[in-house]
């Protein structure tokens, strides 16, 4: 049985199918039609809630993509919808934000934008540009144009008032800490079974028990096998409980970020550390997923075009992975095997990511290439770290990349013309030409295959421009044509 609470109500339910996604049992089991589907992968935030939980004695309030988040991911917190929000007979100020403001028009997309506004709102200190674009880089609309939902964004942030949910946070937090426990959890239905472990230990024991079961993290690129694809996932391990896998610590030797902390957690904790990789990290999907999907998620699924495994391989990263009491590391340039496929074992799982400290550089740089610069897939990811010795020349060189290649893969043919040479425009262009050894992309609906390499080339050189400021108009030119 799993139990959360529905703005103030309890929920606990046992016999409810695990591939039940929460925008369909809010609409199927509770009759709330506010939150939409408009596209069932996380693409245009129709269907956004929020999600409230206990962290440190206080309520955190984060957005979800109801379409594609599972109903086990409510245990213990709090379900806000838009049909929570007015304020007794009173519109809650940033529902009387956008009205306001002129922002809605059809209205199909507004009760996401609401949503996606009202937990901007308890996460502002003040009105910030920048937050407000973050905050609804998830959220599409057809007709009314952005202009006034900005503006209902600012009027919302600018002109905060206390609303039901701060009067009741303390009641909140109570009835959510009475909700935790330290049991292995169970929904099922039809044949189709959900477990929650809490420990990692508990995670060992299912693992042994349910060798193919799936791992569900985040749930934002496994719940398109249900959303998108029409399956049926028969038995899920849930980890969004287990604690100790969102552990993250910095330490004199290095960054050690557990496998199932999310995307904005790994932002904020990066703006610190690894500036180049949180700027990227603005630009992976949107807010919504990035409160959802974790980093080991997006490693573990193998995919060719995922935006962290790159800058990881250029910062030589390892994972930890853990098969019952045993915990190895291995290089990430050797866990992705072939398309889609890992060097996890039967019973494996990701326990946390590592990153070297004396990997760390100020010469590390990241780029994404994309038809749009928001909330889409990349068509080339690239990630450079080089470094040179007093005379100029290259003693370390990492360049790596993705949708080059069936896994994300660095460029060893590359790095071999950079090392040992001095950084010119001479030695990087032979270090171009060499990433026709290293890769034979493919053409598909996102770039062809001339395109890519030839991107990839241009970024090379964008990053030798980048350290030295050396690239002229002419050769701009040349590049670019």
């Known amino acids: 049985m799993i139990q959360f609470l529905l703005n103030q109500t309890l929920i606990s339910v046992q016999a409810i199918d695990p591939n039940l996604t929460v925008l369909n049992y809010l609409r199927q089991h509770q009759h709330r039609c506010g939150s939409k589907e408009g596209c069932a992968s996380g693409d245009c935030g129709a269907c956004t809630v929020t999600l409230g939980r206990v962290e440190q004695g206080k309520m955190v309030y984060e957005t979800a993509n109801s379409c594609m988040t599972f109903v086990s991911n409510l245990q213990g917190k709090q379900l806000i919808t838009v049909e929570d929000l007015k304020q007794g007979g009173q519109l809650h100020p940033v529902q009387q934000a956008m009205v306001d403001c002129h922002a809605s028009q059809c209205g199909f997309c507004t009760p996401g934008f609401v ?4 937990t901007l709102q308890k996460n502002s200190r003040g009105w910030q540009h920048k937050d407000a674009e973050q905050a609804l880089a998830g959220n ?11 503006d209902a964004a600012r009027q919302a942030c600018e002109h905060s008032q206390q609303d039901i949910f701060q009067q009741q946070e303390a009641l909140t937090v109570k009835r959510l800490m009475d909700l935790q426990n330290d049991q292995i959890q169970e929904i099922s239905f039809n044949g ?20 193919d079961a799936k791992l569900l993290a985040g749930g934002t690129d496994l719940a398109l096998q249900v959303t998108q694809q029409y399956r049926t996932l028969p038995l899920i391990v849930a980890l969004q409980q287990i604690d100790e896998l969102k ?8 960054i050690v970020l557990g496998a199932g902390v999310s995307l904005q957690h790994c932002y904020r904790l990066l703006s610190e550390h690894i500036p180049p990789f949180a700027h990227i990290l603005e630009r992976f999907a949107s807010l919504q997923i990035r409160n959802q999907g ?9 995919s060719p075009i995922g935006d962290t495994p790159p800058m990881l391989l250029a910062l030589n990263a390892t994972v930890a992975l853990q098969k019952g009491s ?7 340039a050797d866990f992705f095997i072939s398309y889609r496929q890992t060097a996890l074992q039967e019973r494996e799982f990701i326990r946390a990511i590592i990153i070297p400290k004396v990997t760390l550089s100020q010469n590390f740089q990241a780029w994404k290439v994309s038809k749009r610069r928001e909330d889409d897939i990349s068509a080339v990811f690239a990630a450079f770290l080089l470094e040179t ?11 790596a990349f993705g949708g080059m290649a069936e896994i994300p893969k660095r460029a060893t043919q590359c790095e071999r013309q950079l090392l040992g040479k001095p950084l010119t425009t001479s030695s990087v262009e032979q270090a171009c030409a060499a990433l026709e050894q290293d890769f034979s992309p493919l053409s598909d609906f996102r770039a062809s295959a001339d395109y890519r ?19 002229n108009v002419l050769e701009v030119s040349r590049y670019v044509s």
């Open 115 to 118: 949503m996606s506004l009202f």
């Open 140 to 150: 599409l609309c057809r007709c009314t144009g952005y202009r006034p939902i900005v």
């Open 192 to 211: 189709h079974r959900c477990l929650l472990p809490k420990t990692t230990s508990q995670l060992v024991a299912l693992l042994d028990e349910y060798p």
């Open 247 to 254: 552990i993250c610590q910095v330490n004199e030797t290095e």
């Open 294 to 302: 974790t980093l080991g998620g997006n490693i573990a699924n193998g």
């Open 326 to 332: 045993t915990v190895r590391r291995l290089p990430l």
């Open 389 to 399: 010795d007093s005379s100029g020349r290259v003693t370390e060189a990492r360049v």
């Open 453 to 471: 390499l030839q991107v990839a080339k241009n970024l090379l050189r964008r990053y030798h421009a980048s350290l030295t400021d050396g690239l």
